[in-house]
């Protein structure tokens, strides 16, 4: 079965679809999600990637990443996702949109129209081991100095995003029910 990314244009119009590893070699703009969990310590959930990701493993980053399927609406493939990967779901709010551009130095572009969903939850996490090496919920005081003095420790997308979405939670009704 092959692993369908939706292409768009650069107002996340659905122009086509690629398999996912050709979207990545070649640099094609296709539609992607990440999401930003948070608890109520108001501590941000993150994930390391498995090391043997074909891009950035090892790599801490956000709660999940991923891609919609062909025909899958947005906010079903993220809370799809989010239970595949960690191992549970909670309410998630589309923040906010931005796109991207990296190269990485395995030849691999990514080139993404990312959706950023938010969501707070304090249950058990229960990572896949095939997506996730570790995981922890992390101070964002902590999370910050960590950016600035080992910035080579997180992915190239969270470092573009994180800031946006912790400012998002901090002013949502999400945060307000941690209080």
């Not at 941000?44 to 043997?52: F, N, P, V």
């Amino acid at each position: 079965m092959k692993n369908l990314v939706i292409l768009v244009d650069e107002f996340n119009k659905e122009i086509g679809e690629s398999e996912k590893l050709l979207a990545h070699n070649k640099g094609l703009l296709h539609r992607a999600f990440s999401i930003f969990i948070f608890d109520k310590h108001n501590r941000m959930l993150l994930q390391q990637r498995a090391l043997d990701k074909y891009h950035s493993g090892g790599l801490w980053t956000n709660a999940c990443c991923s891609h919609p399927k062909p025909g899958e609406e947005i906010t079903q493939a993220a809370h799809r996702r989010l239970k595949e990967e960690m191992g549970f779901d909670c309410e998630l709010v589309n923040a906010f949109n931005f796109t991207y551009k990296v190269q990485f130095s395995t030849d691999m572009i990514e080139y993404e129209y990312d959706h950023v969903f938010v969501g707070r939850f304090d249950g058990e996490v229960e990572p896949n081991p095939t997506e996730v090496a570790n995981f922890c919920w992390k101070e964002l005081s902590l999370l910050k100095q960590e950016l600035q003095q080992a910035p080579n420790l997180y992915s190239e997308w969270f470092k573009i995003c994180v800031d946006d979405a912790v400012n998002f939670y901090l002013t949502s009704a999400l945060s307000q029910a941690a209080e």
